[in-house]
């Protein structure tokens, strides 16, 4: 049974699931988002602390799956224990064991998924104490946050890239609509059988490859944090925003899950249709809540409230849609919105002074497009 890619529900799924977890002095939450998708096919790994020899290791990962959840929800469950099983790994060649990984776990998956459509991409990352390995393949996306800026980041692979749209058309596919023989969006991933049967190639020059882009840094005491994300975040936020915005939140709470979950609720408002899934990592030099800070967007909040108690009242205003469209004219006039996150961040404050005027209206905006 093939499955249909894409397909949308009429209202998204907005139930969240956030996971906490730290060791080797780290500390990580990662929640996800179904959203407008049918299913859900994001799945995700995290673990703080890797068994001996690698106690000191920490490695964290998000799939994001297409046509199906099999291949992501195996690669969650498989592609550490592959990597650190193999031979380069355990002779301590740690981005040649990583590579191997990935290959073997692929022709792995192939005996059980050869003759089913779909794949996953991969983003995952490695700590160690002196270093910080982030490994992609595919269009999700890690982002190291040092000295308050977005400075590491991974490289998304689409088929559109002069190099990636070069290995396809070596292997006999073309780049229609930027997407591999107009359907398949991403140029490297696990799974994807359909388009890695060239018999006369090498795994890695298929048109669908899954050999990971592996950047290696060394740690610094100014490491903030690691985002580690699927691109239903990164198709409506750039990685400076992403950064941005949880820089600010942690100044302001330690509640992890509600900054992982703002961030998912943020790319919703702003029109993504895609599953969601957010990781994020503190490292040792994460910024700490700062009282300055959260008495300021105390503030904010309250000034919030009383505008839209205003425009309600002014514009005699009776859903929210519409109150949403102009508290959005009048963001300009709100200083201090959250970087990175805007009026968008603030969405939850709107709401409940709506609800507190029309507690039976449902705050609801569905057709974002029309905003």
Known sequence: MGHKMGGFLEKPETEKQAQEGHGNGLRYCVSSMQGWRLEMEDSHSA???????????????????????????????????????????????????????????DEDMRKLYHDQQGGSTAICVFVSPDKIYLVN???????????????????????????????????????????INGTLAVSRAFGDYDFKNDGSKSPVDQMVSPEPDIIVCNRSEH???????????????????????????LLVTYDLPMIVDSVLDICLHKGSRDNMTLLLLLLPGAPKVDM????????????????????????????????????????????????????????????????????????????????
């Open 137 to 179: 393949c595919g269009d999700s996306r890690a982002v190291i946050s040092r000295n308050g800026a977005a400075v590491i980041s991974t490289i998304d692979h689409k088929p559109f890239s002069p190099k990636e749209q070069e290995r396809i058309q070596n292997a006999g596919g073309s780049v229609m609509i930027k997407r």
């Open 47 to 105: 673990a703080c602390r890797l068994k001996d020899p690698f106690a000191t290791w920490s490695y964290f990962a998000v799939f994001d799956g297409h046509a199906g959840s099999q291949i992501s929800l195996h690669c969650a469950e498989h592609l550490m224990s592959t990597i650190l099983e193999s031979e380069s790994f355990s002779k301590h060649k740690y981005e040649a064991g990583i590579r191997e990984g990935f290959l073997q776990l």
């Open 223 to 249: 490491d903030e944090f690691i985002v580690v994300a699927c691109d239903g975040i990164w198709d409506v936020m750039t990685s400076s925003e992403v950064c941005e915005f949880i820089r600010s939140r």
């Open 292 to 371: 300055d800070a959260v008495k300021a967007e105390r503030s904010l909040d309250q000034t919030i409230v009383q505008i839209t108690k205003e425009v309600i009242e002014k514009h005699e205003i009776h859903d929210f849609e519409t109150l949403i469209r102009l508290m959005k004219r009048m963001a300009i006039n709100i200083p201090n919105l959250p970087p990175g996150g805007g009026l968008y961040a603030k969405y939850y404050i709107i709401e409940q002074a709506f609800h507190e005027k029309f507690p039976d209206t449902p705050a609801e905006i569905y057709d974002y497009f029309s905003m």
